[in-house]
């Protein structure tokens, strides 16, 4: 089965500042791969997602996600955070035949300092 | 366009009552997914339909849960009789089955606390 870890509970940054949020899959295919953002009281939306094709992918809010099989990953990166990216951000594996079912990592809560 | 849709987004009950919790997925899916957010075990998938038909409900944690899909537009999960440890976000999403991977569309989840 498969499962996806994020070993990032919290992470603060200034805004402006770089980010990088790190997500690890378990899978013997080639997965399907996913980042949702959840704003507080809110429910979750997709930032982006990998299928196939170039590993580098581009999502909504400057978003993008590197696909690298070497290293079963699939970080979330954005150059230059804003104060309202604040959210907690959780990465999902999808298996293929699994009927858009999705596995989800725990999280990573993002605090931006002004 | 609607988005998922529901309700209600927050309820309180008393332990040992029957709990509703309704979504009205967007038209035209036919996937619906059924999650419980709680800051102990994060995101659980609880059960999920493909063409109103339960697929996987290995997520459910006892028999207290049902969960029913009577038609396209409509599901219910009921928790009965609901404990206090039943108390967390429970999410409704739904997407649209169809070759490849899509994305799942979440609701607004609904707030449940069982006193």
């Known amino acids: 089965a498969q499962s996806v870890t994020q070993p990032d509970i919290h992470i603060t940054v200034s805004e402006g500042a770089s980010l990088e949020l790190r997500c690890n899959y378990s899978?013997?295919?080639?997965?399907?791969l996913f980042w949702y953002v959840q704003s507080p009281g809110q429910g979750l939306q997709l930032l982006l997602k990998?299928?196939?094709?170039?590993?580098l992918v581009q999502g909504i809010k400057g978003f993008e996600a590197e696909f690298k099989r070497s290293q079963s990953s699939f970080n979330l990166r954005k150059p230059s955070v804003h104060w309202s990216d604040a959210a907690e951000y959780f990465c999902a594996v999808g298996a293929a035949g699994g009927g858009n079912k999705l596995t989800f990592g725990t999280g990573t809560q993002l605090k931006v300092e002004l | 366009d609607a988005g998922v849709i529901q309700s209600p987004r927050h309820e309180v009950t008393e332990m040992g009552q029957e709990v509703t919790l309704r979504c009205k997925p967007i038209s035209g899916h036919n996937s619906l997914f059924w999650y419980r957010q709680t800051m102990m075990r994060g995101l659980e998938l609880l059960i999920y339909f493909n063409n109103n038909v339960p697929i996987d409900d290995s997520g459910m944690p006892e028999d207290r849960f049902s969960a029913k899909m009577p038609n396209a537009s409509f599901s219910t999960l009921k928790i009965q009789p609901s404990e206090p440890r039943d108390s967390a976000v429970y999410f409704c999403?739904?997407?649209?089955?169809?070759?490849?991977?899509?994305?799942?569309?979440f609701g607004p989840g609904t707030r449940l606390t069982v006193l």
């Open positions: 899978y013997g295919a080639t997965p399907y």
């Open positions: 999403a739904s997407s649209r089955t169809s070759g490849a991977y899509n994305e799942q569309f």
């Open positions: 990998y299928f196939s094709g170039d590993t």
